[in-house]
């Protein structure tokens, strides 16, 4: 049994790997102070595997991943927390040309069902009135994300097997069958496994055996303080959202590979008005309340990075969740800490590291 992890990145990856760890017993510390343009508190909190499909083993993972929710909110609630917002009743997607129609009727799965219409609209009446038809994508659903983030922190806090080190990594060094962590202060952390799960800035720790092809790919989301929606609704393109939260209703996103420059871009807002409105006509001449900006990172072939490294298998990886962090986030956590009480996951082999090759110092 291992004893000592440290989890390098606190978004809701490093903070679900935490939980479910701690929760098998393993003492963990969690490393970092929520860094600004970080993906997680920026996501949409999308878990519509139906809509941002990937390939192959892509996705069966997430299909599996939006599934594991309900387990991450259950460990939450046994910490003593009120929990947070988990909604599974659905998302649409719209289909505003007879093209987009049988596009999206060919995607349909399992329990999936065509809404014309007339009965999309009555489902959400504020959806765009010229609209062809809707797919409802039924056991696709919405992660809250400002409430699963306070959610997460505090369960983290109080957890009696976790430990929160507000002072950023810098530095990996191999010793022995172990790691040493040093952080920013300049202090090391001896750990029997550390866990990279610092998103966009996984590849910036120093050490690594490897470079990693984690690249940032800025986002911007816009509010309105107006409640439009009961579900989330995709656009045809199934890039651009709206989705309820809070009493208003949020548009996302750009997608903009601009380095690490988190402000959001000057037309941002503007798109994002243009291309929510092409759903939601209301949301032309609604002002835009509040916006952020966060930076997702994207991995060359958009499927996670997962397990150890094949040089150095004390450490392991946990990053590159590209689009789709906030649908993965609870299931990385079991995989990972499946991985750490040595319980194999052959399922994750596609996302082994070593299927890119490029190599630190060689
Ligand atoms: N998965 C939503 C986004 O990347 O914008």
């Known amino acids: 049994m291992v004893s000592r992890v440290g989890i390098v990145g606190d978004g809701v990856i490093g903070m679900a790997i935490a939980l479910v ?30 809509v941002e499909r990937s390939d192959g083993p892509g996705q069966a993972f997430s299909d599996a991943a939006r599934a594991a929710w309900p387990r991450l909110l259950e460990l939450v609630r046994v910490q003593g927390d009120p929990g ?15 093209a987009d129609a049988d596009r999206l009727q060919r995607s349909l799965r399992g329990p999936d069902r065509w809404l014309g219409a007339a009965e999309a609209r009555r489902a959400e009446p504020a959806l765009q009135p010229n609209l062809v038809g809707a797919a409802h994508f039924m056991d696709d659903g919405l992660a809250d994300v400002p409430s699963a983030l306070a959610s997460l922190e505090r369960a983290t806090l109080r957890h009696p097997l976790i430990a929160r080190h507000r002072t950023p990594l810098r530095r990996l060094d191999a010793c022995g069958a172990q790691l040493t962590l040093t952080d920013a202060a300049g202090a090391d952390h001896e750990v029997d496994h550390g866990v990279l799960a610092a998103g966009v800035w996984s590849p910036t720790l120093e050490g690594l055996p490897r470079a990693l092809p984690v690249t940032p790919l800025r986002g911007t989301l816009a509010a309105v303080g107006v409640p439009l929606l009961s579900v989330p609704v995709y656009g045809p393109d199934g890039h651009c959202y709206v989705l309820p939260r809070e009493g208003g209703t949020v548009i996302g996103a750009t997608a903009d590979a601009v380095g ?10 503007s798109t994002l008005q243009r291309t929510g409105s092409s759903i939601l006509p209301a949301l032309a ?45 609870a299931l990385t956590a079991e995989v990972i800490a499946d991985l750490l009480t040595g319980t194999d996951r052959a399922d994750i082999g596609p996302f082994a590291v070593d299927r890119f090759i490029e190599r630190l110092n060689t």
């Open 21 to 50: 760890a701690a929760s098998r017993g393993i003492s963990v510390t969690l490393f970092g102070d929520h860094t600004p343009g970080a993906a997680s508190p920026a996501s949409a909190g999308m878990l519509a595997p139906s």
């Open 84 to 98: 947070f917002r988990l909604t599974q009743q659905g998302i649409l997607q719209v289909a505003l040309t007879e």
């Open 260 to 269: 690490f420059d988190a402000t959001p871009g000057p037309s941002d807002l």
């Open 285 to 329: 001449a609604a002002p835009i309340t509040q916006h952020w900006t966060g930076l997702r990172p994207m991995t060359p072939d958009r499927l996670p990075i997962l397990g150890p490294d094949p040089a150095l298998p004390a450490l392991l990886y946990a990053c590159g969740h590209s689009r789709n962090g906030f649908l993965q986030a």
